[in-house]
């Protein structure tokens, strides 16, 4: 037997680490505060109407990355989904990310792929020569109509303030497609697991050294005197938020069924900002082979997050970067702990990046010779 491990967490990154550390023969020891594995990711049974949840919002998987594809595939059949998103702003129904159907819709045309970029190249704001917002950026791009309709009143919903207190990086490339391709992801990986999430996870955790205890609230205080701890909560909470609270978004999610199917797709979009809900979610659309006749759709809203609330998007906004400087500064000097996954390097990451950095954290830690230096605080850093 190895050494003896603690990990904070049994989402993705406290499972895939675990895991590994685990065949190499590590005794693992995994905590939640929550009452289930899985982490944002989790998946359950709606009691009523049988639909496959994502109770913490939904949840497409999609990579480039062969080796993460070939992992999850080990735990689940990864079934064929395709991204498809609608938007609906004023009285009409477009699709999503803006292509040549969109245009053509919005503005009444039959454009080829050329005469949709010239036009729309036309209604970009010139006089915009270094975009320094998201807001510049949209209308140097995009124009003010698209921007309008489908870019400003999404975002403001989504993180709380104006696009143009926002910086430009968000928006890197231009946002628009000239042609009928309404795939939301590029990658070459796109699927959804057969039985959820969930059920992958407890696959992934199915080892006689690891030991998961659920509820379990871990302070730093309860690390074990030798061994080591891999972090999956918020980098703050480690430090009982001593220095201030990283910014965060939260997520209200309003539930109702509907006998039927509600809006014929998985999400759409609301990019007005008179509707107070940035989209609905109607999760039987996320297993197409299974067949309900009930539904269950979520309304979705986002606002900051406070002390109680579940952590959902960092905001990392210029105001949060000497505050995570100072976090990241703190971890550096405090020893027996690395910290992982989308909490514990305030970073947005998608699913296949989050078991990526697992399992080179594992492989890392694995791969050090006895007597090696202590693990470093970050194989990622925030910063
Ligand atoms: C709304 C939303 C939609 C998303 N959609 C997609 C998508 O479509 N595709 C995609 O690839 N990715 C998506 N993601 C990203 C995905 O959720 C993350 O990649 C994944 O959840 C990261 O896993 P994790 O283990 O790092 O963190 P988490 O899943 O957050 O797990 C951390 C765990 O640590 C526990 N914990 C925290 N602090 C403590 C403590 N002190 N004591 C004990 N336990 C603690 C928590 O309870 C939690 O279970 C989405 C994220 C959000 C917010």
Redesign the pocket.
């Known amino acids: 037997m190895g050494k003896s491990i603690m990990i904070?967490?049994?989402?993705?990154?406290?499972?895939?680490i675990g895991r590994e550390l685990a065949l190499a023969g590590h005794r693992v020891e995994i905590?939640?505060?929550?009452a289930?594995?899985?982490?944002?990711?989790?998946t359950q049974r709606d009691a009523e109407t049988g639909v496959m949840v994502?109770v913490?919002?939904?949840?497409?998987?999609?990579?480039d990355d062969a080796e993460v594809w070939n992992y999850v595939n080990r735990f689940q059949t990864f079934m064929p989904y395709k991204?498809r998103v609608k938007t609906t702003s004023g009285e009409h129904v477009y699709s999503l990310p803006v292509n040549l159907h969109t245009i053509n819709q919005f503005f009444g045309k039959t454009f080829r792929p050329d005469e949709a970029r010239a036009f729309i190249d036309e209604k970009g704001d010139k006089s915009i020569s270094e975009p320094q917002t998201f807001e510049e950026q949209a209308l140097r791009f995009v124009g003010k109509e698209l921007y309008d309709a489908f870019f400003k009143g999404y975002t403001e919903k989504q993180w709380g303030c104006s696009p143009k207190d926002l910086p430009a990086s968000i928006l890197k490339r231009l946002p628009v497609r000239f042609n009928y391709d309404d795939d939301y992801f590029f990658h070459k990986h796109q699927g959804m697991p057969e039985t959820g999430y969930t059920n992958m996870v407890s696959r992934i955790l199915d080892h006689p050294n690891i030991t998961v205890c659920l509820s379990?609230?871990?302070?730093r205080t309860d690390a074990p005197a030798s061994g080591h701890v891999f972090?999956?909560?918020?980098l703050d909470?480690?430090f009982d938020f001593e220095l201030g609270r990283l910014a965060y978004r939260t997520?209200d999610f309003e539930r109702f069924t509907y006998q039927g199917d509600y809006q014929g797709c998985a999400v759409m979009n609301y990019g007005d900002v008179s509707v107070p809900f940035t989209r609905i979610t109607e999760h039987k659309h996320f297993s197409p082979w299974e067949q309900h006749a009930g539904s269950v759709c979520y309304r979705?809203f986002s606002r900051q997050c406070d002390p109680q609330d579940?952590?959902?998007?960092p905001i990392r906004l210029v105001a949060d970067r000497q505050l995570l400087s100072d976090y990241v500064t703190r971890a550096e000097e405090t020893s027996g702990v690395t910290f992982?996954?989308?909490?514990?390097?305030y970073r947005?990451?998608?699913?296949?990046?989050?078991?990526r950095e697992?399992l080179d954290v594992a492989r890392f830690y694995l791969a050090r010779a006895p007597g090696d230096p202590d693990m470093p605080a970050f194989l990622h850093r925030p910063i």
């Open positions: 904070v967490g049994a989402g993705l990154s406290g499972a895939v905590v939640d505060a929550r289930h594995i899985a982490g944002n990711c989790h994502h913490y919002g939904p949840h497409i998987f999609h990579t991204n379990t609230w871990f302070h972090y999956s909560g918020p909470g480690y997520l979705e579940i952590p959902y998007y992982v996954g989308r909490l514990g390097t947005y990451l998608d699913m296949d990046v989050t078991i697992a």
